[in-house]
């Protein structure tokens, strides 16, 4: 297959490709052994913190589900030379917020010298009830919780002694790929008669038209083999953020402790079950309509909402995994790139800048609505100091094992994007995983003609122009994994 050329649509779509590729790349066709090893590790508060994911502060009363970091560490060696390295981390908290990263890329140097830092990504579940990892965000009480600067001192030494974990544990193993479908992800953004969106918009009335964009019901399946053939990892890809519970004031994982809690039941408490969200941003598990119908049947097998959607997922994962168990590899080609992608950036404008500031001098002085004004306010400061040609710099890692892909991005990206980048890939499956990152929305055109939340500009870094140049970009590193004699 021919390599995909870039070809920008327009000025605004022009960007910066900025190589980070780190360690050496095998040879096109070249057999190495692959190395793996899954660790999974706690980082759950001991004492009540302040939720993230709400405008509105929330201090935790309990902890209803543990809230973990789940790793899986690869090596590929030929002989005792090592030829390629990854380690993703997949974490339940609501984004992976700014400066986090490179903090536990710190705090692995020293415990696991062998492991190139930069090989390193996390990615977020997306719970709204895990802890806020970032001071100011919310006017929290004095005393009595646990403040986020210390939560996040706990989360970085944690992640990173998963990390050691998952590093020192690995041993020569396979790896397969699968594909099922669950019923999880609901388009929550209603469109009306008048063109007007609204997320979770009602859809019993009478101008209700359809929802604003596509649902994604594939679930990408990895599976990883110690060389007893005992499952030691798998990676689970679902287009839908876990936020069914996500009013609450208790520390959970959603959907997906229950997930892990079935899947060691039948594979072994030590089963590392890395959780990551697919191109989601206009999606949610909330239903949207035949409410009734689904509420009845969930009733009718006893199950909990939380439960019901972990039956679906875990009903897809073993359709996948029939498939996979019957063809393991152990000398899959493994390539891992990182880039950085400079994106342009959504211009803000006068009108959108005077509304905001409107807000601002509304909200100030209510400490209850202290993050709603700060989503305004920032708006009103990139006003002050954008330039037309500003970009925004993201780190995208694409990983080739066998005839899959993994592609990162750090956005809450709407569906439409991933498939995108699913339809055009060379590879068998496209594993799509966002909020690799510090998140914000990047939403589609449509979505911002419709104008809900999460394709306003509160809610945007870079709009549609820069989504399609990080589809484009993507790509271009997607393809460059594959030789020109290689097709799908």
Same mark, same amino acid.
Request: glycine share 8%; aromatic share 6%.
């Given at each position: 297959?021919?390599?995909?050329?870039?070809?920008?649509?327009?000025?605004?779509?022009?960007?910066?490709?900025?190589?980070?590729?780190?360690?050496?790349?095998?040879?096109?066709?070249?057999?190495?052994?692959?190395?793996?090893?899954?660790?999974?590790?706690?980082?759950?508060?001991?004492?009540?913190?302040?939720?993230?994911?709400?405008?509105?502060?929330?201090?935790?009363?309990?902890?209803?589900?543990?809230?973990?970091?789940?790793?899986?560490?690869?090596?590929?060696? /030929?002989?005792?030379?090592?030829?390629?390295?990854?380690?993703?981390?997949?974490?339940?908290?609501?984004?992976?917020?700014?400066? =986090? =990263? $490179?903090?536990?890329?710190?705090?692995?140097?020293?415990?696991?010298?062998?492991?190139?830092?930069?090989?390193?990504?996390?990615?977020?579940?997306?719970?709204?009830?895990?802890?806020?990892?970032?001071?100011?965000?919310?006017?929290?009480? !004095?005393?009595?919780?646990?403040?986020?600067?210390?939560?996040?001192?706990?989360?970085?030494?944690?992640?990173? /002694?998963?990390?050691?974990?998952?590093?020192?544990?690995?041993?020569?193993?396979?790896?397969?790929?699968?594909?099922?479908?669950?019923?999880?992800?609901?388009?929550? =953004?209603?469109?009306?008669?008048?063109?007007?969106?609204?997320?979770?918009?009602?859809?019993?009335?009478?101008?209700?038209?359809?929802?604003?964009?596509? $649902?994604?019901?594939?679930?990408?399946?990895?599976?990883?083999?110690?060389? $007893?053939? *005992?499952?030691?990892?798998?990676?689970?890809?679902?287009?839908?953020?876990?936020? /069914?519970?996500?009013?609450?004031?208790?520390?959970?994982?959603?959907?997906?402790?229950?997930?892990? /809690?079935?899947?060691?039941?039948?594979?072994?408490?030590?089963?590392?079950?890395?959780?990551?969200?697919?191109?989601?941003?206009?999606?949610?598990?909330?239903?949207?309509?035949?409410?009734?119908?689904? !509420?009845?049947?969930?009733?009718?097998?006893?199950?909990?909402?939380?439960?019901?959607?972990?039956?679906?997922?875990?009903?897809?994962?073993?359709?996948?995994?029939?498939?996979?168990?019957?063809?393991?590899?152990?000398?899959?080609?493994?390539?891992?790139?990182?880039?950085?992608?400079?994106?342009?950036?959504?211009?803000?404008?006068?009108?959108?800048?005077?509304?905001?500031?409107?807000?601002?001098?509304?909200?100030?002085? *209510?400490?209850?609505?202290?993050?709603?004004?700060?989503?305004?306010?920032?708006?009103?400061?990139?006003?002050?100091?954008?330039?037309?040609?500003?970009?925004?710099?993201?780190?995208?890692?694409?990983?080739?094992?066998?005839?899959?892909?993994?592609?990162?991005?750090?956005?809450?990206?709407?569906?439409?994007?991933?498939?995108?980048?699913?339809?055009?890939?060379?590879?068998?499956?496209?594993?799509?995983?966002?909020?690799?990152?510090?998140?914000?929305?990047?939403?589609?055109?449509?979505?911002?003609?419709?104008?809900?939340?999460?394709?306003?500009?509160?809610?945007?870094?870079?709009?549609? *122009?820069?989504?399609?140049?990080?589809? *484009?970009?993507?790509?271009?590193?997607?393809?460059?994994?594959?030789?020109?004699?290689?097709?799908?």
């Amino acid at each position: 297959m021919p390599r995909f050329r870039l070809q920008p649509r327009s000025a605004a779509l022009l960007f910066l490709l900025s190589s980070l590729v780190v360690g050496a790349m095998p040879r096109a066709g070249a057999a190495a052994q692959l190395h793996v090893g899954g660790a999974t590790i706690s980082i759950t508060p001991d004492r009540p913190v302040a939720l993230a994911g709400q405008m509105h502060t929330r201090i935790s009363q309990a902890v209803e589900s543990p809230v973990t970091a789940s790793v899986v560490a690869l090596e590929s060696r /030929e002989g005792d030379r090592a030829v390629e390295q990854a380690v993703m981390v997949a974490c339940d908290l609501v984004s992976i917020r700014n400066g =986090l =990263l $490179e903090e536990v890329r710190a705090a692995v140097t020293s415990l696991t010298p062998d492991l190139k830092p930069e090989k390193i990504f996390l990615s977020a579940t997306h719970t709204h009830t895990a802890p806020v990892v970032e001071e100011g965000l919310y006017e929290l009480p !004095e005393a009595g919780i646990m403040r986020p600067n210390e939560y996040r001192k706990f989360l970085v030494q944690q992640i990173a /002694e998963g990390i050691r974990q998952a590093w020192q544990s690995r041993k020569p193993g396979s790896v397969g790929w699968g594909l099922g479908h669950a019923v999880v992800a609901q388009n929550r =953004l209603a469109v009306y008669a008048d063109g007007r969106a609204q997320m979770y918009g009602p859809t019993a009335k009478a101008d209700f038209l359809r929802f604003e964009g596509y $649902e994604d019901h594939g679930v990408d399946v990895l599976f990883f083999w110690n060389s $007893e053939g *005992d499952l030691i990892a798998t990676c689970v890809n679902l287009a839908c953020p876990a936020q /069914e519970v996500e009013g609450r004031s208790a520390v959970n994982a959603d959907f997906w402790h229950s997930v892990r /809690e079935t899947l060691r039941a039948r594979h072994g408490k030590d089963l590392a079950v890395l959780a990551w969200t697919g191109a989601a941003g206009d999606q949610s598990p909330h239903l949207m309509y035949r409410k009734e119908a689904e !509420e009845r049947m969930r009733k009718l097998r006893n199950l909990d909402r939380l439960d019901e959607i972990a039956r679906r997922i875990v009903a897809a994962w073993d359709e996948a995994y029939e498939g996979a168990k019957q063809e393991p590899h152990a000398d899959a080609v493994f390539k891992h790139q990182v880039q950085t992608l400079n994106l342009p950036v959504r211009l803000v404008t006068q009108e959108e800048a005077l509304a905001a500031e409107n807000q601002v001098a509304t909200l100030k002085s *209510d400490p209850k609505a202290q993050r709603r004004m700060q989503w305004q306010q920032k708006v009103v400061d990139r006003f002050k100091t954008q330039k037309p040609d500003d970009v925004l710099p993201t780190e995208v890692h694409v990983l080739r094992l066998g005839d899959v892909v993994i592609a990162t991005n750090q956005f809450e990206l709407f569906t439409d994007y991933g498939v995108q980048m699913k339809a055009r890939s060379p590879a068998l499956q496209t594993f799509v995983i966002q909020l690799a990152g510090p998140g914000t929305y990047l939403p589609t055109a449509r979505g911002v003609t419709g104008g809900a939340y999460g394709a306003v500009i509160q809610s945007n870094t870079v709009g549609p *122009d820069g989504g399609q140049a990080l589809v *484009d970009g993507t790509l271009e590193l997607i393809n460059g994994l594959w030789t020109p004699s290689e097709t799908r």
